[in-house]
C-alpha cells in the first residue's frame, strides 16, 4: 500500500517535468531556432553587407552603453540617498522613482514629444527651436525608462551590505569619502554591474522609445521591424534578429556568471542589523537636490500626459476638452490588454510555481540545461520573441496566429524567469530540510509540493504575478507582430496614434494605460501589504 | 571621580525611542587595564560600546580618553580600534590587506606596512596567511584576523564586542585565554562586552554590571564575587541559592541567622548595619557547601539535615539540589566526588560562605 503510493506520485512528478519540458521546447526553444534557421546563410551575408544594417548595428552599440552608464550613474545617486541620509521625502523620492515601471517604457517618449517637440510645452515656453528626434532625445529618454530598474537591483545589495563594515573602516581610521570607495563601492559592485548588463539588455533590445523618438536615427530593433513591416523582408529581420539575440546572451551569461561567482554575501552570521553610517552636510543636500530634481522631472513627464489627455491641440490650442476620451469607447485595445496581461501574468506564475518544484528542485538527466532555458526569455529581446513566434506559429505544425493566444503565449513565456527566479530566491532561503521533514513525515512528493512548498512560494507568486501583469500589459514589442486586424491592444494602438499624429488619443490612452496599472499594484500591494517591495526583485 | 584616569566616562545616556538604552553612566578605567561591560542582552553595554567608538552619539553625557575628549571627534579619529562580535571583516579584500587597512590610512610606506601586519599576524599565529581570502578561514581564523586588523594601528584603546560570541566552546576557551596574554604582554587598555560572566571574571580587571540601561556594580571580579550588591547581580554571576532569613542575634563577630532550614550563622560585615528582627535575603555558595552521609567531625559553623531531590553528574563535580526544609532547597557542587548521594544527607558549611544580599544599586 505504501510502496504504491510513492510509485505512483512518483509516476505523477514525472509526468509534471515532462509536461514542462514540452512546454519549454515548443514555446522558447522552437521560436528561437525558427528564427536562427529561418534565414539561409546567403540572406545573412546580404543582411550584414546592407550599409542600413550596419547602421544600425553602430548606433545601438552607441547608445546601449551610453544610456547604461547613464541610468547607473542615476539608480546609484538615487539608492545611495536612500539608504546613506536621512533626508527628509524618502518616501516620496522612492514613489517617483519606481513610477516609471508602471507606464510602458515609450511613454516616456511620447511625454518627452509633448514637452520638447516642436509643439511641445517648454519648446514653446522658452520660444527655442532644438531637434529632440535622435539620439541625444533616445539618450534622455531611455535613462528615465530605465532608471527603475538600476536603482532597485542596487539599492538591493546597498541594503544587504552589513553596516558594521563601513562602521569598522571609520573605526580603523577611513574618513566618509574613503570609506564610500575603499568599502561601500567595491561591495556593491555585484549588483552594479548586475544593474549593467540588466539594463544594457533593455535598452538594447528597447523598441518603443526609438521607434518614437530616434526617428531617422535607426537601432537594431527599429531596423527588424523596418525590414518586416516595410518590406516583408522576414529572412533580413530574422538575421538581424540573431544578431540582436547573439549579443544580450553573451550579456545574459556573463550576468549569470558573475553573480554565480558573488563571493561578499555575509559572511558570518548573526551580525546584529544597525543603522547604516548617514552621510550629512553639503553631501546630503546635493543629493536632496538632486532627488527632488528627478522626481520632479518624472512628475513632469506624467503630469504631461494627464493634461495632454484633456487638451484640444497640443501646442496649437490648449483648451480643454474630453473628446479624446471617445475613443476609449467601442475600442478594443484596452480590453484586450488587460486581458492578455491577466493571462499572461497568472499563466508565467503558475508555470514558474511549478517549474521551480519540478526542473529546479529535481535532479535528472538534462536538468542544468532546462533550467538554462527555463531563464532563456530574460534574454530574449521583445522583438525577438514577437517575429520568433510570428514565424514558428503561422504554418503547420502549429497554426496559432491571428488570436489573441498566441499573444497570451508569447507573453507569458516573456514573464516566465521573473516568476521563476522569485521562487528560486524563496526555495534557497528556505532550504530543502522543510521540504524532507514532510517527506519524513510520511507526506508524498505531490503532497509535499501542495501542502509545503506552495503554500511558502505565496508571496513570490503574487509579486511576480504583478511584475508579470505590468509586464504584459506595457509591452510593444512583442504584440506589434502578433496583432491581427481587429485584435490590437493599447500599446499598438498609442503608437499608431502617436505616427498618425494624434497625440491626444495618444496621451488618453496612456493615461488610461496608467491608470489601471497603478490601479493593479494598488489593489495587489493592499493584497500583499508589501507595498511597492514587490517590485524587488529575486536574485 | 577619578581626574586621572585614562578612560573616563562621565553620565553617559542615549534613549532609542521610548527605550533609555544607556542610562546615566559614569565609569573610569586605568591605562593598560581590561575592563569588561557584563550584562544581558539589552542592557545597553554594546551602545556604551558603539558610543566610545563614535557610531552611535550619545544623548548625554561626555567620554574622555587619555584627558580628550571623544564627544566631538569623527569616528576615523577617535584611535578605538574595535573587533565586532561579526568581525566585520571586509569580504572584497585578502587577510594582508583587512590587516593593512588602518596602517594604509595613516600613511605607513609600503615596507613598513609589511613589516607591521607581518608583526601582528605573528601575534595571533597567521603568519604565511596573508594571501588568504576572508572566505577561506574558519571561524576562529576570522576571529584573529579581526583582532590582529585591530591591534595593528597601535588602538589607544582596544573595543571588544562579544568577540567570542562565533566561536565554538572549547575555541573559546582558548581564544579567551590567548586574548588575555596578548593583552597583557601588549600592555593595551581594553573595554570588552560580553554577557558570559566566566568570560568576564577569566579576563578582567574590573567589571561593570548592566541592567536594563544602568549600572549595577563596578569592581575587581573578587569584589562582585564576594560582595554582590543586589539579587540581580548575584543571579547573574550564577548564585542561585536565595534564603529569606530573619536576624535573630547580632554580636561582635557573627550573625546568627533564623531560616526555614534552621538556624545559620554569618560573618558580620562591619560596614553594613544589622538589627535583631530584620528580614534580610542571603546566599549560600553552593561551592562551599559539603555534602556528607553521616555528620562530619569537623562540621563547620552550619550543619542542617536534609534531603537529595535531584542531581546531576557532570564528570569532574556532582550538583546537588538538596531540600532542607520548607520550601528551602539549596543547590550544591560537589567537586571530585568519591561516589554520588542520595537520600538524606547532612549538609554543613562555612560561615563566610554565606552573606547577605541587598536589592541597591551603585
Given at each position: 500500500m505504501r510502496i504504491n503510493c510513492v510509485v505512483r506520485s512518483f509516476n505523477l512528478q514525472r509526468l509534471v517535468t515532462v509536461l514542462l519540458i514540452f512546454f519549454l521546447a515548443i514555446f522558447v526553444l522552437f521560436p528561437v531556432f525558427r528564427i536562427l534557421l529561418y534565414p539561409k546563410l546567403k540572406d545573412y551575408m546580404i543582411m550584414l553587407s546592407r550599409p542600413g544594417s550596419i547602421r544600425a548595428i553602430k548606433h545601438s552599440f552607441f547608445i546601449t552603453p551610453l544610456s547604461t552608464l547613464t541610468v547607473l550613474c542615476l539608480g546609484y545617486i538615487f539608492a545611495y540617498a536612500q539608504h546613506y541620509t536621512n533626508m527628509p521625502g524618502k518616501r516620496v523620492f522612492k514613489f517617483f522613482a519606481l513610477l516609471?515601471?508602471?507606464?510602458?517604457?515609450?511613454i516616456i517618449a511620447l511625454s518627452w514629444i509633448l514637452l520638447f517637440?516642436?509643439?511641445?510645452f517648454i519648446t514653446n515656453f522658452l520660444g527655442i527651436r532644438w531637434n529632440i528626434f535622435g539620439w541625444r532625445g533616445l539618450w534622455m529618454v531611455q535613462s528615465i525608462a530605465f532608471f527603475p530598474y538600476a536603482y532597485l537591483l542596487i539599492a538591493g545589495v546597498l541594503e544587504g551590505i552589513d553596516s558594521n563594515l563601513e562602521f569598522a573602516a571609520g573605526n580603523l581610521g577611513a574618513n566618509g569619502l574613503r570609506t564610500f570607495w575603499s568599502i561601500t563601492l567595491p561591495l556593491s559592485s555585484p549588483g552594479l554591474v548586475n544593474a549593467a548588463l540588466m539594463v544594457a539588455i533593455g535598452v538594447f533590445s528597447d523598441f518603443g522609445n526609438p521607434i518614437l523618438i530616434a526617428g531617422g536615427w535607426p537601432v537594431l530593433p527599429t531596423e527588424i521591424y523596418r525590414r518586416v513591416i516595410?518590406?516583408?523582408d522576414l529572412e533580413g529581420a530574422a538575421a538581424l534578429c540573431a544578431v540582436l539575440l547573439v549579443s544580450t546572451l553573451i550579456l545574459f551569461l556573463v550576468a549569470r556568471k558573475g553573480l554565480s561567482s558573488?563571493?561578499?554575501?555575509?559572511?558570518?552570521?548573526?551580525?546584529?542589523q544597525t543603522e547604516k553610517p548617514l552621510v550629512g552636510g553639503i553631501t546630503k543636500w546635493l543629493m536632496f537636490g538632486f532627488c527632488s530634481f528627478f522626481s520632479l522631472l518624472i512628475l513632469l513627464v506624467y503630469g504631461t500626459l494627464a493634461v495632454g489627455a484633456f487638451?484640444?491641440?497640443?501646442?496649437v490650442n490648449w483648451s480643454l476638452t474630453l473628446?479624446?476620451?471617445?475613443?476609449?469607447?467601442?475600442?478594443s485595445g484596452l480590453p484586450n490588454s488587460l486581458l492578455l496581461a491577466l493571462l499572461a501574468g497568472l499563466g508565467a506564475s503558475f508555470f514558474s510555481l511549478f517549474a521551480s518544484c519540478f526542473i529546479y528542485k529535481r535532479r535528472f538527466v538534462g536538468k542544468q540545461f532546462w533550467d538554462f532555458v527555463t531563464l532563456l526569455p530574460t534574454a530574449i529581446p521583445g522583438i525577438f520573441l514577437g517575429i520568433g513566434f510570428l514565424l514558428a506559429f503561422?504554418?503547420?505544425?502549429f497554426v496559432l496566429t491571428g488570436g489573441l493566444v498566441i499573444m497570451v503565449l508569447s507573453l507569458l513565456v516573456w514573464n516566465i524567469p521573473l516568476a521563476y527566479q522569485a521562487n528560486i530566491a524563496i526555495l534557497e532561503q528556505i532550504g530543502p530540510e522543510i521540504e524532507e521533514a514532510a517527506l519524513n513525515l510520511g507526506a508524498s512528493l505531490m503532497r509535499a509540493f501542495g501542502n509545503v512548498t506552495v503554500p511558502l512560494l505565496r508571496t513570490s507568486f503574487l509579486s511576480s504575478f504583478t511584475m508579470g501583469f505590468l509586464r504584459a500589459v506595457t509591452n510593444l514589442s512583442i504584440v506589434i507582430f502578433l496583432i491581427s486586424p481587429g485584435q490590437t491592444t493599447a500599446t499598438v494602438q498609442i503608437l499608431g496614434s502617436v505616427r498618425y499624429g494624434e497625440l491626444g488619443i495618444a496621451a488618453v490612452l496612456a493615461t488610461a494605460l496608467f491608470a489601471t496599472a497603478l490601479l493593479i499594484v494598488g489593489m495587489m500591494s493592499f493584497l500583499t501589504k508589501k507595498s511597492m517591495d514587490i517590485f524587488v526583485r529575486g536574485r | 571621580m577619578n581626574e586621572q584616569a585614562f578612560i573616563r566616562i562621565e553620565h553617559l545616556t542615549k534613549v532609542f525611542g521610548k527605550t533609555?538604552?544607556?542610562?546615566d553612566i559614569s565609569l573610569t578605567g586605568e591605562k593598560g587595564g581590561f575592563i569588561t561591560l557584563l550584562?544581558?542582552?539589552?542592557?545597553g553595554k554594546t551602545t556604551i560600546l558603539r558610543m566610545i567608538a563614535g557610531f552611535v552619539q550619545p544623548d548625554e553625557g561626555r567620554m574622555y580618553i587619555g584627558g580628550n575628549?571623544?564627544?566631538?571627534?569623527p569616528v576615523h579619529r577617535r584611535g578605538t580600534a574595535m573587533v565586532f562580535q561579526?568581525?566585520?571583516?571586509?569580504?572584497?579584500?585578502?587577510v594582508f590587506n583587512n590587516v593593512a587597512y588602518g596602517l594604509k590610512l595613516r600613511k605607513v610606506s609600503r615596507s613598513k606596512r609589511k613589516e607591521q601586519v607581518e608583526e601582528v599576524l605573528k601575534l595571533v599565529e597567521?603568519?604565511?596567511?596573508?594571501?588568504?581570502?576572508?572566505?577561506?578561514?574558519?571561524g576562529g581564523q576570522q576571529q584573529r584576523v579581526a583582532l590582529s586588523r585591530a591591534l595593528a594601528i597601535s588602538p589607544k584603546v582596544l573595543l571588544m564586542d562579544e568577540?567570542?560570541?562565533?566561536?565554538?566552546a572549547k575555541l573559546r576557551i582558548n581564544v579567551r585565554n590567548e586574548i588575555k596574554a596578548l593583552q597583557q604582554h601588549l600592555g593595551i587598555t581594553t573595554i570588552y562586552v560580553t554577557h558570559d560572566q566566566e568570560e568576564a571574571f577569566s579576563l578582567s580587571d574590573k567589571i561593570a554590571i548592566m541592567k536594563e540601561g544602568r549600572l549595577q556594580q563596578i569592581g575587581t571580579p573578587w569584589e562582585i564575587y564576594h560582595n554582590p550588591r543586589n539579587k540581580f547581580i548575584a543571579d547573574f554571576i550564577d548564585m542561585t541559592n536565595f534564603v529569606e532569613a530573619k536576624i535573630e542575634t547580632v554580636d561582635k563577630e557573627s550573625i546568627i541567622l533564623n531560616t526555614p532550614g534552621g538556624r545559620l550563622a554569618m560573618f558580620r560585615e562591619r560596614s553594613l548595619e544589622f538589627l535583631p528582627g530584620q528580614n534580610i535575603l542571603v546566599t549560600i555558595r553552593s561551592e562551599g557547601i559539603r555534602v556528607k552521609k553521616y555528620i562530619p567531625v569537623?562540621?563547620?559553623d552550619n550543619v542542617l539535615k536534609g534531603e537529595i531531590k535531584q542531581y546531576s553528574y557532570m564528570g569532574k563535580m556532582v550538583k546537588y539540589w538538596v531540600n532542607?526544609?520548607?520550601?528551602m532547597t539549596l543547590s550544591v557542587e560537589s567537586l571530585n566526588p568519591e561516589k554520588i548521594l542520595t537520600g538524606k544527607v547532612y549538609i554543613a558549611f562555612d560561615k563566610s560562605c554565606i552573606y547577605p544580599i541587598f536589592d541597591k544599586i551603585g
Open positions: 516609471p515601471i508602471l507606464s510602458p517604457p515609450f517637440g516642436p509643439h511641445g516595410g518590406y516583408n558573488r563571493s561578499y554575501v555575509t559572511i558570518t552570521g548573526s551580525a546584529i487638451t484640444e491641440t497640443w501646442g473628446k479624446y476620451w471617445r475613443v476609449l469607447r467601442g475600442s503561422n504554418t503547420p505544425p | 533609555v538604552a544607556v542610562n550584562g544581558p542582552s539589552g542592557s575628549l571623544l564627544n566631538d571627534l561579526s568581525y566585520a571583516l571586509f569580504p572584497h579584500l585578502d597567521l603568519e604565511g596567511m596573508e594571501n588568504r581570502q576572508i572566505s577561506q578561514l574558519s568577540p567570542l560570541s562565533n566561536l565554538d569537623s562540621s563547620g532542607v526544609g520548607e520550601g
